[in-house]
């Protein structure tokens, strides 16, 4: 196949998305906010000073044994976890922030792709320039993605699309950490303090979520596309492939911890899954690597399977 048939399919089978809208799990969410901090390893955010990151922990369910691809580097990783499918299949195998003549987007429709044709707004914050892979025309009705490599840049964007747009689907991509790690190295000081000042920018956009009464219809998932040690990541160390994991929001459960669910196994690409899942967006294609993450519903009767909200794989 080649790739502009591929995108014309993604394009087509991603307009179906709005045909395919059925009745929200929870009918008070209708927002999804996912924040990812880039090369956030899980026990470094456990082992830092992390109010914001905490409170969403009291009031939402929490893994940090969550898995990224066997990649584990940024750009595959993070469009495994916008697309619900692993890097063989999105395509997007590279890492760089290539200066392509023609943009080449992921094989697969990402969240941006169907949560637009389905109705909803949308908006992508990152501060590295790579993330333009994201833009596809027709899918991002606010993109602020910079190369600043600035953290405060993306908390400063990442409030000002909230208070002027409230979008309902907003993606808040974190460079910070990722920079120290490989500048100076996984779980230094140095990169302990970026931590916390991370979380300190998490605490900001989740106070423009209360000042917008956003907060009370939000779905918020907090995560990373991958650790590292050293001043390094790489496939198949579990250093570099395990991430949090974390969900808040109304019809979730309250300082539950996932691991108690001893079946589950939480995979990025169920980042996508659970947030078509809120958002009542059946996949247009099917054939998913990631599920809907319905362990984490107070509602007991939601944690079957509803055929009309199945999300395929």
């Known amino acids: 196949m080649t790739y502009r048939l591929a995108l014309a399919l993604v394009v087509l089978f991603a307009s179906t998305a709005a045909r395919a809208q059925t009745t929200r799990p929870v009918a008070a969410v209708d927002h999804v906010l996912i924040f990812s901090i880039d090369g956030g390893r899980p026990d470094l955010l456990l082992r830092a000073n992390c109010p914001a990151i905490r409170s969403l922990m009291v009031v939402g369910c929490y893994s940090f044994w969550a898995r990224t691809t066997a990649m584990a580097i940024t750009l595959p990783s993070h469009v495994s976890m916008l697309t619900g499918v692993i890097p063989q299949r999105h395509g997007i195998m590279w890492n760089d922030d290539i200066p392509l003549k023609t943009p080449v987007y992921p094989k697969f429709p990402t969240l941006f792709d169907v949560a637009?044709?389905?109705?909803?707004?949308?908006?992508?914050?990152?501060?590295?320039?790579?993330?333009?892979?994201?833009?596809?025309?027709?899918?991002?009705?606010?993109?602020?993605?910079?190369?600043?490599?600035?953290?405060?840049?993306?908390?400063?964007?990442?409030?000002?699309?909230?208070?002027?747009?409230?979008?309902?689907?907003?993606?808040?991509?974190?460079?910070?950490?990722?920079?120290?790690?490989?500048?100076?190295?996984?779980?230094?000081?140095?990169?302990?303090?970026?931590?916390?000042?991370?979380?300190?920018?998490?605490?900001?956009?989740?106070?423009?979520?209360?000042?917008?009464?956003?907060?009370?219809?939000?779905?918020?998932?907090?995560?990373?596309?991958?650790?590292?040690?050293?001043?390094?990541?790489?496939?198949?160390?579990?250093?570099?492939?395990?991430?949090?994991?974390?969900?808040?929001?109304?019809?979730?459960?309250?300082?539950?911890?996932?691991?108690?669910?001893?079946?589950?196994?939480?995979?990025?690409?169920?980042?996508?899954?659970?947030?078509?899942?809120?958002?009542?967006?059946?996949?247009?294609?099917?054939?998913?690597?990631g599920r809907p993450v319905r362990e984490v519903l107070e509602n007991r009767e939601l944690l079957e399977p509803n055929p009309s909200l199945r999300v395929s794989n």
């Open 116 to 289: 637009h044709a389905a109705g909803y707004s949308t908006a992508l914050v990152s501060g590295k320039g790579k993330f333009k892979e994201f833009i596809r025309p027709g899918s991002v009705d606010y993109p602020l993605v910079t190369d600043e490599l600035d953290d405060e840049r993306v908390t400063t964007d990442a409030v000002a699309v909230l208070r002027d747009h409230r979008p309902q689907v907003l993606f808040v991509h974190f460079p910070g950490a990722d920079v120290v790690g490989h500048a100076i190295g996984w779980g230094t000081p140095e990169q302990m303090a970026e931590i916390e000042k991370i979380d300190g920018d998490i605490g900001q956009v989740l106070a423009a979520e209360d000042q917008t009464g956003l907060r009370e219809h939000t779905v918020i998932v907090l995560t990373a596309d991958h650790g590292g040690a050293g001043r390094t990541h790489g496939p198949d160390d579990a250093r570099s492939r395990h991430i949090p994991w974390i969900i808040a929001g109304p019809g979730i459960r309250k300082n539950y911890d996932l691991a108690r669910e001893p079946q589950l196994v939480i995979n990025t690409e169920d980042t996508f899954a659970t947030a078509c899942f809120f958002l009542a967006i059946k996949h247009p294609i099917g054939g998913l690597d």
